[in-house]
């Protein structure tokens, strides 16, 4: 069950108008669809007047049944449509993301098997060994990526405009940390919860003002 429709779209650059595809829907049974979900070129139009190119972001609901789970790229609230999920739909994880960036890096996780907690801890981690080494200050720092897991350790990216560097991170290492304050990485499933690099750095805000 694919939902798509057209919709007249006003091309931010030129101010011309053309049709442009959307889907409310994904569902990723639908492999063609599912791969551009991943590459994120789903959400990518080419104006037919100016030829710019350039990504369009807009609610999308993806479901994913093999894997269990289903994401929902808005930056809204949750709403009642969302509610039938929750409640017809036991047993599946269910996230919020808020940019395409963060929607497609979440279907990478969830395909590979990983907790999306323990990879946000294990960028946080990463956050804080690029500082504390002084490899560059907090503002350079572009974007901090999932790149892959495997046998037992966790690949993450930390960008900045002229520079990458790789860490990797062993889920052993991971466990250890959230067994520590199992408290802290409880999430509310059933509200579509946003996790992500804000959400970790919330928790980590709040148990320091604790203290
Ligand atoms: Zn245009």
Redesign the pocket.
Known sequence: MQEARTINYE?P??H?TFEVQLYDVVNAEDVDLKERCMSGDIFRVS?P??K?DYLIQYPLVYIDQANRFILWLSQNEMGEALRAYTKNMKGYKFRRCESIAQFVEKIQIFEDGIDDVMVELAKYDCFIEFVDNKKGKPEDITSIEYQKADNGVIKINVRTDDQGMSFLIPVSMLEEEMAEHPDYYEVNNEEFPLINGEWIRSLFQESAGEA
């Open positions: 091309c650059y030129c011309k104006c007047h100016c710019k």
